[in-house]
């Protein structure tokens, strides 16, 4: 007796998840976000032009020491033509082509930060001034009504203050891992931010930003006179120069960062949230 083998039959392709839209950035988080956002940029590139009136960074309360500068970028000139060189400390790097010497017209000039970096292109202290403060208090009187608004409305609370077990180094170690791992929250969990968002936000504009408006204004000769507490504070205006400069780095870094979670964990999906405040997540019970 023979017997006949049945083919086998191919499994169902998985089917997508199913996903609903929620409600995850109210007004005043998306407002003052692409406000900060505009401001930031625009700080970065008008601070790039004024730093470039003299690319090197001091400690202390009093005027320049070109001996001591434990941050440097330096335009070299020998019979081979511009090199760009950056001093940290004890170390130097090459950087021609980028910082110290970048391509002008066709050919390498002496520059701090290349032109496409700053407002104005071409080198203008005054202008870049104008920028920068013209934007700084954008950026000061923006980061006042967030903080009221978030007051008003408990977001600060709500969404932002991590809670006793969020901070528990066995979470935040997960965290850390399943952010390796690019394992993103899903289903319920994706509507409210993780420890590591609400640490970094709260790092960023809590801490960061108000540093950056201190150090600012402790760099203005007329504010310093009429507020000489903020010279003492920060060890004098070569000292906030360089912290105002760290902290920009500082938020360099988080932008970078949170761009980079925002590419790989949904562009559209974010960008969405934060035009319409509106988030898909996997609907209830099919998150896996």
Not at 71 to 80: C, E, N, P, T
Not at 95 to 108: D, I, K, R, Y
Not at 264 to 276: A, D, E, F, K, Q
């Amino acid at each position: 007796m023979t017997t006949t083998k049945l083919p086998a039959t191919a499994a169902p392709a998985p089917q997508p998840a199913p996903r609903r839209l929620v409600h995850r950035h109210g007004v005043l988080v998306r407002v003052t976000h692409w406000i900060n956002a505009l401001c930031f940029a625009l700080l970065l590139m008008s601070g790039a032009q004024i730093f470039n009136a003299h690319p090197r960074l001091y400690w202390g309360q009093y005027g320049a020491d070109f001996d001591h500068a434990w941050l440097a970028v330096d335009s070299l000139h020998d019979r081979k033509g511009w090199h760009g060189v950056v001093r940290l400390g004890p170390l130097q790097f090459d950087t021609t082509g980028v910082l110290g010497a970048s391509t002008e017209n066709g050919a390498l000039a002496p520059r701090g930060f290349p032109a496409w970096l700053t407002i104005p292109s071409y080198q203008d202290l005054a202008t870049g001034r104008r920028w920068h403060l013209a934007f700084a208090w954008l950026l000061a009187v923006n980061g006042a009504v967030y903080l009221i608004g978030a007051l008003v409305t408990r977001h600060l609370r709500r969404d932002l203050l991590p809670t006793r077990a969020e901070l528990a180094p066995a979470h935040l170690l997960r965290e850390v891992v399943d952010h390796a791992r690019l394992r993103f929250p899903k289903g319920a969990a994706a509507r409210h931010y993780n420890a590591l968002q609400k640490l970094a936000y709260l790092g960023a504009g809590f801490v960061l930003l108000p540093l950056m408006v201190l150090t600012g204004l402790t760099m203005s000769p007329g504010l310093d006179s009429g507020f000489p507490i903020l010279l003492d504070v920060f060890g004098g205006r070569p000292s906030a120069r360089s912290l105002h400069f760290i902290c920009a780095s500082l938020l360099v870094a988080f932008v970078v960062v949170h761009l980079a979670m925002v590419l790989l964990s949904g562009v559209w999906n974010n960008l969405r949230s934060m035009i319409t405040g509106r988030y898909a997540i996997e609907a209830e019970g099919s998150a896996q």
